[in-house]
C-alpha cells in the first residue's frame, strides 16, 4: 500500500471493557459500508476505505480508548484453520515462570531484567536463558509447585479461546522457552494436544542449574510448529501462532494468522493481529 492509494478492507474493533459508545465513535472515524456488532465490546466495521493516511488517526484514537483495531482483507473465518499454537510465559498465562522461580531464590529482579531484554530481542535466547537457569542452582525443586499453585494464572480470555477452538475441532500446540514441569500440567489441565519446552535438571530434589538437552529458542519454536503440522497433514498457513516475546517471531511468520499478545513493540510492529487490551478469547472476534 503507498501514501496515495486506498484500498477497501474491514476493520475489526474490540475492547475488554469500558463504554461500547468508544468502539462507535471509532468505527465512525472509519466510514464503514457496515457496522456488525460481534459483542458487547466488539464490532467489525465492513468495507472502509483504508489508506496510510486513516491508518494513524484509528490507531491514536484506539490507544487513547484502550481499544483494540485489527485490519483485515475481507473476511477471515476459524474453519480456515487446524492448529493452535502458543507461546506459555506471558502469553497462555500472565507470568514469567523462571521470574517466579528465581523470586523463591531472592532473585527476580535480577532474572526478570534479563528476560526482559530477551523478550525484547535484545539478548541472545538461549545464552540468556541459560544464565537465569545458573542462578536457581541449589533451589529446593519443591519451588516449581508452589510457583504453579500460588502464581500461574490463565490469561484473560484463554479458557474461552480454548474452548472455542478445541469445539472446532482444531488441535492445540503450547511451544514454550519455559519449562516442562508447567507445560506438562497445562497440557493436562487444559486438555492440549502437544506440548514442548525446556526440562530443567533436577538432583536430589535441587535444581542444579542446568537444562537438559537442547535450549527451546526461536529456531526450535519454528521447528516444533512445521513439525507438528507435518504430522498433522497441514500447512503451516493453516496455523494459528501467538506469541509475545522475540523469540516467538520465527513460528509467527510461517503462520496463517499470527496474533501478538500483550506483546513487546517488536512483536506488535510484525503480527497480523495484536491484542493489547482485549483477551485472547479476541482472536475468535477477528474470525468471526
Known sequence: MTNTSSVTMNLILQGADGDPARLERIAA??????????GPLALRCEKISYSQALLPTIEMAAQAAQIDATYLMGRRALSEFKLVAMDMDSTLITIECIDEIADMQGLKPQVAAITEAAMRGELDFTASLRQRVALLEGLDASALQRVYDERL????GAE???????????????????????????KERLGLDYTHANALEIVDGKLTGKVLGGIVDAEEKQRTVERVCKELGISPSQAIVMGDGANDLKMMGIAGLSVAFRAKPVVRAQADVALNFAGLDGVLNVLA
Open 29 to 38: 472515524l472509519a466510514a464503514p459500508t457496515s457496522i456488525t456488532r460481534l
Open 153 to 156: 494464572k490463565l490469561s484473560p
Open 160 to 186: 474461552k479461546m480454548l474452548a472455542a477452538v478445541q469445539a472446532a475441532g482444531l488441535k492445540t500446540l503450547l511451544v514454550s522457552g519455559g519449562f516442562t514441569f508447567f507445560t506438562e500440567r497445562l
